[in-house]
């Protein structure tokens, strides 16, 4: 099913769960949907994380450090889900962690937990038969990696098997901030739109409400993970809920610089 952005842009935000640990990571989640998030993608921590630059690597050490597994993460998923009925939430992962749990049980364990959706970053379209059997069979939407390098044949692929949204990399390389939105971006969301209607996010490098609006121009929702990944390392354990709505509500400046509203999504 279609993962809803009800403005454009819309905003999906990614935190490493179990950074600085799960309560925490609770917190902050739902201060970024109260505060204008549309989706939060809950990252499983990993110990191998090749496809991301070194903040969100040395969060995901910390996390691992800390103890936190797959299932702690499924246990947040379901946590938030009854706390905000409405916010799009998508678990985000290396594959290992799911074929370690096995992929048929994992994506039940998923659809119990309240996920509408999951990104795994290296699986590929190509090898995804059994992953997207089960995860149609469980009622979730699978969502894939697009890349500025990737040929129209693989992006007619990737659009075909993805649900929600499709993320669309705005730059080849690894996770991070960047001062500007890459001029890849616009050409690669045009081409994708040749091949699907569902939503078109854009990630690496959005940092700032600039990066959003100039996003919104041509995309319909931003995709923001290293800068607030950073905010959080770098912020006081008490105050980095507070830390993180600030940042996430800043981030829907219109451009006037006015604030965009505090967004309910207790589904009331």
């Given at each position: 099913m279609p993962i809803g952005f009800p403005r454009k842009p819309g905003l999906v935000v990614y935190l490493t769960a179990g950074d600085p640990?799960?309560?925490?990571?609770?917190?902050?989640?739902?201060?970024?949907?109260?505060?204008?998030?549309?989706?939060?993608e809950l990252g499983v921590p990993f110990s191998d994380p090749l496809a991301d630059g070194p903040v969100?690597?040395?969060?995901s050490e910390r996390a691992v450090a800390r103890g936190t597994r797959l299932s702690d993460v499924l246990g947040l998923a379901k946590e938030?889900?009854?706390?905000?009925?409405?916010?799009?939430?998508?678990?985000f992962s290396y594959l290992n962690p799911v074929v370690r749990m096995g992929i048929k049980q994992f994506c039940a364990a998923a659809k119990d937990a309240?996920?509408?959706?999951?990104?795994?970053?290296?699986?590929?379209?190509?090898?995804?038969?059994?992953?997207?059997?089960?995860?149609?069979?469980?009622?979730l939407a699978p969502i894939?990696?697009?890349?500025?390098?990737?040929?129209?044949?693989?992006l007619?692929?990737?659009?075909?098997?993805?649900?929600?949204?499709?993320?669309a990399i705005s730059r080849v390389g690894i996770t991070g901030t960047r001062d500007?939105?890459?001029s890849d971006a616009p050409e690669l969301v045009a081409r994708l739109r040749r091949f699907t209607r569902l939503p078109i996010a854009v990630g690496f490098g959005i940092?700032?409400?600039?990066?959003?609006?100039?996003?919104?121009?041509?995309?319909?929702?931003?995709?923001?993970?290293?800068?607030?990944?950073?905010?959080?390392?770098?912020?006081?354990?008490?105050?980095?809920?507070?830390?993180?709505?600030?940042?996430?509500?800043?981030l829907l400046k219109d451009e006037t610089g006015v604030e965009g509203g505090t967004r309910s999504s207790h589904g009331d």
């Open positions: 640990d799960l309560a925490t990571t609770r917190d902050m989640a739902l201060a970024a949907i109260d505060h204008g998030a549309d989706v939060i969100i690597q040395r969060a938030l889900r009854a706390a905000r009925p409405a916010c799009g939430l998508v678990l309240g996920a509408d959706g999951v990104l795994l970053t290296d699986m590929i379209v190509e090898e995804a038969a059994e992953y997207l059997a089960a995860m149609q069979a469980n009622e894939f990696l697009a890349a500025p390098t990737s040929p129209d044949a693989r007619k692929a990737i659009t075909g098997a993805s649900k929600g949204f499709v993320y500007t939105v890459a940092s700032n409400a600039t990066h959003v609006t100039a996003v919104g121009e041509f995309a319909d929702a931003a995709i923001v993970g290293s800068a607030l990944v950073a905010l959080v390392e770098r912020t006081a354990p008490a105050d980095r809920a507070r830390a993180v709505g600030r940042f996430v509500q800043g």
